[in-house]
């Protein structure tokens, strides 16, 4: 072994900056390290490759991968929060901006196993109700640097624990007396609705025009009537005018041409939906194929198979409709045939689209045509193709079922359209999820306050070591609105303060006004939040940080050597 | 390397590649395979009782999971050492018998090993450890049947079996509900146990798991849940009274086995073989139709067509459901799989109460749940939770406390946990030690001193003084005489585990000291380590 001499030398120096790498860095000399801190007699246990990380260091691992996740976010927090760019590694280096938490995180490549955690909570927040997805990792963090802060003061994790623990569930308890609740009136629920659209919208790009897409969010909800299948409302993304250019269709638009030689514009239109091949209708039966010996053969084939299409081609005019809409391809004779009974055909519908506009013209898809009197057409007003910037659309009007709609975007590049949508998507999954449940709570800070004004309560009226942890927990709340003002420049140590004092004072609204920089009354700003998912948002993150808070020991495999595989 | 000679001095070589060997024996390699034993044990050391730590292990693909199950732990370690290897075994026979406890047996097994060590340096032969060990397990097992207590439940009275299920969940991070989780738990086995012959088959119960929502939304479902949805979007979302079709074959024309040709070679073969396929389909919808099927549940996929006609025929249909789970539904409906359309009859059909299709979240994510079956016995338990990591460690912690339950309706004696049954153990053995004439009473003597191990870590890890409060338990359980004092790790004030209600199913014990035994025996019992070298 005489190169172990050469491994000493480079663990002390590496000893030095351990605590600088320890979050991110897998090192090969790390290993060494931690074998020659703790030695062990005989071979070693683990595979080679393999790194077995204890106790403190453990620990610190994970603090110092959370804390580090929790500050990437950070700055997208709030109002005046700013965007990432992010830049993907595979080809085209394809380029994202947003300030979107989840897909933030998303994208980032993370060996930190408790940077994992959050990850994963920002993609479970998001999926189950599409926003808050930056709140959740950055009080997550919160938590962890307010709980390093006493495991340096020698408190045992799961004081610490127990402590978090009480404190949410008081936290949470604070905020269910002060909700909101305007489920059995209309006119004010619907004002709940536009206020937490706008709130949502306010920190993303579409700040400037959130009026108008709260608006069109609210409507767009609205017309779901309590189901959170967002799928009926379509968002299609069209490059160029202005966001402002924007609108909601009430119908239904699909991206598609109109076949040529086919009437452009339809009126009471009766649609067939579906979903069959319309290009060379395959025999299904296994093992058959065409065998001939001549070539007379093979035009008589070739005139059955004509034949065998026309024949499907009457069975759905004879269906007494005007416009069929195909998922797969229609072939030039096929649609030829169509074009002749004057019927509008679309083909290569995705399937997306086929549901969509089977739900919205209350057709059914079908993909046999032998009994037309029982299949359900689908009927709108009107057909007709429209321009959007240069391409043609189809656009479905005066559609049955009043459930779907379509969001047509307007923005200057691909990028501005692609965060537009995600944002717009945060909304309407706020809005579909706050429908549900009604409950709403004011916004900028306000639930914040009224958590840490209860949880300092609690904290004083606990005995014993679990009041720090308490205390903790409110420190790491108060975090947020800190967060918020430090985004927007504003002095938040100032700031903070004043709300605290306010909040002191009995049934007060007042949260941040970023705009002004001062601290105002939200109920008058119209700022509000859905309750469901600030909920969210403190069960969750308690949860995952309780989850880091609890590992004593990170033991991470000999990776897969890649070689196998090829 | 020790080189053999012959007779007349010349080396041979034993072994195939001798140099490249690396070889330890006798006391070396004693010692070098209780210290990996030790090793290994020593990680599981913090992860037990009430106010154990957790472990993040990151597997070859990077995937995170964190848990303090013993077993789940050290099956991910992805260990290389042979001994470590036995350790990870022990841990895992622990889990298939037991199911809970995998943990303790291998810190009970790491402690017996450190003993032996002390032995072995005072010249005390391995086997003789191993004798002295055996004999003082066998002491243990027969004490722990005698302070063991019978206690009765019934399908009325869960409270017990609930109280045992509370103590196995205590030490995992789901202890923040485990009241919920435990009643849970023990509601899914008495359902689906045979209380006759006293028999639990867990396939019954299906543990599935939805990230999304919180811990308390974790339900019991008397029934199965299938991650699927309706095969066409307009079918119906709910269905009353169904009676279910268990298909195992395609929605599609028949592939024979056997290779073949349809030559189409003329016009009228062209048509008659597309009449007939069409027929086929039809035939297929109208044979489920028939029989009276009000939802088919097949395990292969549709064509389009006859998706459609299924539609058609307002006949709602599943598709791409697993084998397993087809099983499952087969025995909750009462339904038999049938593998050909041929051989539907309404006899074969399952029967199911509601069926519907429940969404989650904002994302497209459906599930199919089918309730109030014909047979009530398979049930589902519906896990949720705030990440993808804290469901897998919750049906970990399930699946402990299922085993737990099952065991108990097995055999319903029960010892009292924190501890108190390792102590009062320890307590007899070394009284008993002192009847042993010869060199194995070294080894009953350290084995009590190993059976102080576990109530020592789980002070140590209860942030309690460890030698301190080990040995005022026990001078209490020796001078009340009483077998249930045991460590107070969550502070409640007394440490009589029978008031705090702390109980562990004593077939559960006796395993884990039974096997703890046996592997270090046969760890004591290498002498030599031959393996071949890294380089």
């Given at each position: 072994m005489s190169s172990s001499i050469s491994y000493w030398i480079k663990d002390a120096a590496l000893f030095l900056f351990l605590p600088l790498i320890q979050g991110f860095i897998r090192a090969p000399e790390l290993e060494l390290l931690s074998t020659a801190l703790y030695p062990m007699a005989i071979e070693r246990i683990l595979k080679d490759d393999a790194n077995e990380e204890k106790g403190e260091r453990a620990r610190m691992a994970s603090f110092v991968g959370a804390i580090a996740i929790t500050d990437l976010v950070k700055t997208t927090l709030g109002p005046k929060g700013m965007d990432k760019i992010l830049q993907s590694t595979g080809r085209g280096q394809e380029v994202t901006v947003t300030n979107d938490g989840a897909t933030i995180l998303k994208s980032l490549h993370i060996d930190n196993p408790a940077a994992k955690v959050l990850i994963d909570i920002s993609k479970v927040q998001d999926d189950e109700v599409g926003d808050g997805t930056t709140s959740v990792v950055v009080l997550a963090g919160e938590l962890l640097r307010e709980a390093e802060k006493l495991v340096a003061a020698k408190i045992h994790p799961m004081t610490i624990i127990s402590g978090y623990r009480m404190a949410a569930e008081c936290a949470c308890n604070a905020l269910l007396q002060r909700v909101v609740d305007n489920k059995d009136n209309a006119v004010k629920f619907k004002m709940d609705l536009m206020k937490i659209a706008m709130t949502t919208l306010?920190?993303?790009?579409?700040?400037?025009?959130?009026?108008?897409?709260?608006?069109?969010?609210?409507?767009?909800?609205?017309?779901?009537?309590?189901?959170?299948?967002?799928?009926?409302?379509?968002i299609i993304k069209?490059?160029?005018?202005?966001?402002?250019?924007?609108?909601?269709?009430?119908?239904?638009?699909?991206?598609?041409?109109?076949?040529?030689?086919?009437?452009?514009?339809?009126?009471?239109?009766?649609?067939?939906?579906?979903?069959?091949?319309?290009?060379?209708?395959?025999?299904?039966?296994?093992?058959?194929?065409?065998?001939?010996?001549?070539?007379?053969?093979?035009?008589?084939?070739?005139?059955?198979?004509?034949?065998?299409?026309?024949?499907?081609?009457?069975?759905?005019?004879?269906?007494?409709?005007?416009?069929?809409?195909?998922?797969?391809?229609?072939?030039?004779?096929?649609?030829?045939?169509?074009?002749?009974?004057?019927?509008?055909?679309?083909?290569?519908?995705?399937f997306d689209g086929i549901e969509r506009l089977a739900l919205v013209t209350g057709g059914e898809i079908a993909s046999t045509f032998d009994n037309p009197e029982s299949v359900k057409l689908g009927h709108c007003k009107l057909i007709e193709e429209i321009m959007i910037g240069e391409d043609k659309l189809i656009h479905f009007s005066g559609v049955e079922i009043g459930q779907a709609c379509t969001i047509v975007l307007r923005g200057a590049s691909h990028h501005v359209l692609d965060e537009a949508e995600r944002s717009l998507h945060d909304a309407l999954c706020v809005l579909s999820q706050t429908v549900n449940d009604t409950r709403v709570v004011l916004g900028a800070g306000w639930p914040e306050m009224v958590m840490t004004k209860a949880v300092d309560e609690l904290a004083r009226q606990t005995p014993g070591k679990k009041s720090h942890a308490i205390e903790a927990?409110?420190?790491?709340?108060?975090?947020?609105?800190?967060?918020?003002?430090?985004?927007?420049?504003?002095?938040?140590?100032?700031?903070?303060?004043?709300?605290?004092?306010?909040?002191?004072?009995?049934?007060?609204?007042?949260?941040?006004?970023?705009?002004?920089?001062?601290?105002?009354?939200?109920?008058?700003?119209?700022?509000?939040?859905?309750?469901?998912?600030?909920?969210?948002v403190l069960l969750s993150a308690t949860e995952a940080a309780e989850m880091i808070l609890r590992v004593d020991e990170i033991i991470t495999c000999a990776p897969r050597k890649r070689e196998d595989r090829m | 390397m020790a080189l053999a000679f012959d007779e007349y001095g010349r080396p041979f070589i034993i072994l195939k590649e001798q140099d490249q060997k690396t070889r330890l024996r006798g006391i070396e390699a004693q010692k070098a395979n209780i210290a990996a034993g030790k090793a290994v044990a020593r990680i599981l050391r913090t992860s037990i009782g009430p106010k154990g730590m957790d472990k993040?292990?990151?597997?070859?693909?990077?995937?995170?999971?964190?848990?303090?199950?013993?077993?789940?732990?050290?099956?991910?370690?992805?260990?290389?050492?042979?001994?470590?290897?036995?350790?990870?075994?022990?841990?895992?026979?622990?889990?298939?018998?037991?199911?809970?406890?995998?943990?303790?047996?291998?810190?009970?097994?790491?402690?017996?090993?450190?003993?032996?060590?002390r032995l072995l340096e005072r010249g005390i032969h391995p086997i003789r450890i191993a004798e002295g060990y055996e004999m003082a397990s066998r002491i243990a097992v027969e004490h722990l049947e005698h302070i063991s207590q019978k206690f009765d439940f019934g399908t009325t009275n869960i409270e017990p079996l609930v109280q045992t299920c509370m103590t196995t969940l205590s030490s995992k991070i789901v202890n923040r509900c485990k009241r919920h989780l435990a009643e849970i738990s023990v509601k899914a086995v008495l359902s689906v146990a045979d209380l006759e012959r006293k028999d639990v088959n867990l396939?019954?119960?299906?543990?599935?798991?939805?990230?999304?929502?919180k811990l308390e939304d974790t339900e019991l479902i008397y029934g199965i849940t299938v991650d699927k949805d309706m095969s066409h979007p307009q079918m119906p979302k709910q269905i009353e009274d169904a009676k279910i079709a268990i298909l195992t074959c395609p929605f599609e024309p028949p592939k024979p086995k056997t290779k073949h040709k349809v030559e189409i070679d003329t016009v009228e073969k062209f048509q008659t073989l597309r009449l007939q396929e069409q027929k086929y389909f039809d035939d297929m919808v109208q044979k489920c139709k028939d029989v009276g099927a009000t939802l088919v549940i097949c395990q292969w996929g549709f064509d389009d067509e006859a998706n459609h006609l299924l539609m058609h025929r307002n006949l709602p249909a599943v598709r791409w459901v697993g084998g397993v789970e087809l099983e499952l539904i087969a025995i909750a409906t009462g339904g038999r799989i049938v593998p050909r359309f041929q051989e539907l009859t309404p006899e074969k059909l399952g029967r199911a109460g509601v069926v519907r299709e429940k969404s989650f979240g904002t994302t497209k994510d459906k599930m199919?749940?089918?309730?109030?079956?014909?047979?009530?016995?398979?049930?589902?338990?519906?896990?949720?939770?705030?990440?993808?990591?804290?469901?897998?460690?919750?049906?970990?912690?399930?699946?402990?406390?299922?085993?737990?339950?099952?065991?108990?309706?097995?055999?319903?004696?029960?010892?009292?946990?924190?501890?108190?049954?390792?102590?009062?153990?320890?307590?007899a053995v070394e009284a008993a030690a002192d009847k042993y004439p010869g060199v194995e009473q070294y080894a009953i003597r350290a084995f009590a001193d190993a059976l102080d191990s576990v109530p020592m870590a789980l002070a140590e890890n209860s942030g309690l003084q460890p030698i301190e409060t080990l040995s005022a338990v026990k001078s209490q359980q020796i001078k009340e005489n009483n077998p249930h004092y045991g460590i107070d790790c969550n502070d409640v004030g007394t440490n009589d585990m029978r008031q705090q209600d702390v109980f562990e199913t004593l077939i559960g014990k006796q395993q884990q000291i039974l096997l703890a035994t046996q592997v270090v025996k046969m760890i004591l019992k290498i002498d030599d380590v031959i393996s071949p070298s890294d380089y």
């Amino acid at each position: 072994m005489s190169s172990s001499i050469s491994y000493w030398i480079k663990d002390a120096a590496l000893f030095l900056f351990l605590p600088l790498i320890q979050g991110f860095i897998r090192a090969p000399e790390l290993e060494l390290l931690s074998t020659a801190l703790y030695p062990m007699a005989i071979e070693r246990i683990l595979k080679d490759d393999a790194n077995e990380e204890k106790g403190e260091r453990a620990r610190m691992a994970s603090f110092v991968g959370a804390i580090a996740i929790t500050d990437l976010v950070k700055t997208t927090l709030g109002p005046k929060g700013m965007d990432k760019i992010l830049q993907s590694t595979g080809r085209g280096q394809e380029v994202t901006v947003t300030n979107d938490g989840a897909t933030i995180l998303k994208s980032l490549h993370i060996d930190n196993p408790a940077a994992k955690v959050l990850i994963d909570i920002s993609k479970v927040q998001d999926d189950e109700v599409g926003d808050g997805t930056t709140s959740v990792v950055v009080l997550a963090g919160e938590l962890l640097r307010e709980a390093e802060k006493l495991v340096a003061a020698k408190i045992h994790p799961m004081t610490i624990i127990s402590g978090y623990r009480m404190a949410a569930e008081c936290a949470c308890n604070a905020l269910l007396q002060r909700v909101v609740d305007n489920k059995d009136n209309a006119v004010k629920f619907k004002m709940d609705l536009m206020k937490i659209a706008m709130t949502t919208l306010s920190s993303k790009i579409l700040s400037q025009d959130k009026v108008y897409f709260a608006q069109l969010a609210v409507d767009a909800v609205m017309r779901l009537k309590g189901s959170t299948n967002l799928e009926a409302i379509q968002i299609i993304k069209k490059p160029g005018g202005s966001l402002s250019d924007s609108f909601l269709d009430e119908g239904f638009i699909l991206d598609k041409k109109i076949g040529l030689g086919q009437p452009k514009r339809i009126e009471n239109a009766k649609i067939l939906v579906a979903n069959t091949a319309m290009d060379t209708d395959k025999v299904k039966i296994y093992g058959a194929r065409v065998r001939v010996d001549s070539m007379s053969k093979v035009a008589e084939i070739e005139e059955a198979e004509k034949e065998k299409m026309r024949e499907k081609v009457q069975k759905i005019i004879a269906h007494g409709i005007n416009c069929f809409v195909n998922r797969q391809l229609i072939y030039n004779f096929p649609e030829e045939l169509f074009a002749d009974a004057g019927i509008l055909a679309i083909e290569h519908a995705d399937f997306d689209g086929i549901e969509r506009l089977a739900l919205v013209t209350g057709g059914e898809i079908a993909s046999t045509f032998d009994n037309p009197e029982s299949v359900k057409l689908g009927h709108c007003k009107l057909i007709e193709e429209i321009m959007i910037g240069e391409d043609k659309l189809i656009h479905f009007s005066g559609v049955e079922i009043g459930q779907a709609c379509t969001i047509v975007l307007r923005g200057a590049s691909h990028h501005v359209l692609d965060e537009a949508e995600r944002s717009l998507h945060d909304a309407l999954c706020v809005l579909s999820q706050t429908v549900n449940d009604t409950r709403v709570v004011l916004g900028a800070g306000w639930p914040e306050m009224v958590m840490t004004k209860a949880v300092d309560e609690l904290a004083r009226q606990t005995p014993g070591k679990k009041s720090h942890a308490i205390e903790a927990f409110s420190r790491a709340l108060i975090a947020i609105p800190t967060i918020i003002a430090d985004n927007a420049g504003l002095d938040s140590a100032d700031l903070v303060a004043q709300l605290r004092a306010e909040h002191h004072k009995k049934e007060c609204n007042a949260g941040i006004d970023v705009i002004t920089g001062s601290v105002g009354d939200m109920a008058e700003l119209a700022i509000s939040e859905s309750f469901k998912v600030k909920q969210a948002v403190l069960l969750s993150a308690t949860e995952a940080a309780e989850m880091i808070l609890r590992v004593d020991e990170i033991i991470t495999c000999a990776p897969r050597k890649r070689e196998d595989r090829m | 390397m020790a080189l053999a000679f012959d007779e007349y001095g010349r080396p041979f070589i034993i072994l195939k590649e001798q140099d490249q060997k690396t070889r330890l024996r006798g006391i070396e390699a004693q010692k070098a395979n209780i210290a990996a034993g030790k090793a290994v044990a020593r990680i599981l050391r913090t992860s037990i009782g009430p106010k154990g730590m957790d472990k993040i292990l990151q597997s070859p693909d990077g995937d995170v999971t964190i848990t303090n199950d013993g077993a789940t732990i050290l099956e991910q370690m992805d260990v290389d050492n042979q001994i470590a290897k036995l350790m990870v075994e022990l841990s895992r026979s622990q889990d298939y018998e037991i199911g809970d406890g995998t943990t303790g047996v291998v810190v009970m097994a790491g402690a017996l090993l450190e003993q032996a060590e002390r032995l072995l340096e005072r010249g005390i032969h391995p086997i003789r450890i191993a004798e002295g060990y055996e004999m003082a397990s066998r002491i243990a097992v027969e004490h722990l049947e005698h302070i063991s207590q019978k206690f009765d439940f019934g399908t009325t009275n869960i409270e017990p079996l609930v109280q045992t299920c509370m103590t196995t969940l205590s030490s995992k991070i789901v202890n923040r509900c485990k009241r919920h989780l435990a009643e849970i738990s023990v509601k899914a086995v008495l359902s689906v146990a045979d209380l006759e012959r006293k028999d639990v088959n867990l396939d019954m119960i299906k543990v599935e798991g939805k990230v999304g929502g919180k811990l308390e939304d974790t339900e019991l479902i008397y029934g199965i849940t299938v991650d699927k949805d309706m095969s066409h979007p307009q079918m119906p979302k709910q269905i009353e009274d169904a009676k279910i079709a268990i298909l195992t074959c395609p929605f599609e024309p028949p592939k024979p086995k056997t290779k073949h040709k349809v030559e189409i070679d003329t016009v009228e073969k062209f048509q008659t073989l597309r009449l007939q396929e069409q027929k086929y389909f039809d035939d297929m919808v109208q044979k489920c139709k028939d029989v009276g099927a009000t939802l088919v549940i097949c395990q292969w996929g549709f064509d389009d067509e006859a998706n459609h006609l299924l539609m058609h025929r307002n006949l709602p249909a599943v598709r791409w459901v697993g084998g397993v789970e087809l099983e499952l539904i087969a025995i909750a409906t009462g339904g038999r799989i049938v593998p050909r359309f041929q051989e539907l009859t309404p006899e074969k059909l399952g029967r199911a109460g509601v069926v519907r299709e429940k969404s989650f979240g904002t994302t497209k994510d459906k599930m199919l749940y089918i309730e109030h079956c014909a047979n009530s016995r398979a049930v589902t338990i519906f896990i949720r939770g705030g990440n993808k990591m804290m469901i897998e460690e919750t049906k970990r912690s399930i699946h402990d406390a299922l085993c737990v339950a099952r065991n108990l309706i097995r055999n319903n004696s029960i010892v009292y946990g924190g501890g108190s049954a390792e102590i009062s153990c320890s307590i007899a053995v070394e009284a008993a030690a002192d009847k042993y004439p010869g060199v194995e009473q070294y080894a009953i003597r350290a084995f009590a001193d190993a059976l102080d191990s576990v109530p020592m870590a789980l002070a140590e890890n209860s942030g309690l003084q460890p030698i301190e409060t080990l040995s005022a338990v026990k001078s209490q359980q020796i001078k009340e005489n009483n077998p249930h004092y045991g460590i107070d790790c969550n502070d409640v004030g007394t440490n009589d585990m029978r008031q705090q209600d702390v109980f562990e199913t004593l077939i559960g014990k006796q395993q884990q000291i039974l096997l703890a035994t046996q592997v270090v025996k046969m760890i004591l019992k290498i002498d030599d380590v031959i393996s071949p070298s890294d380089y």
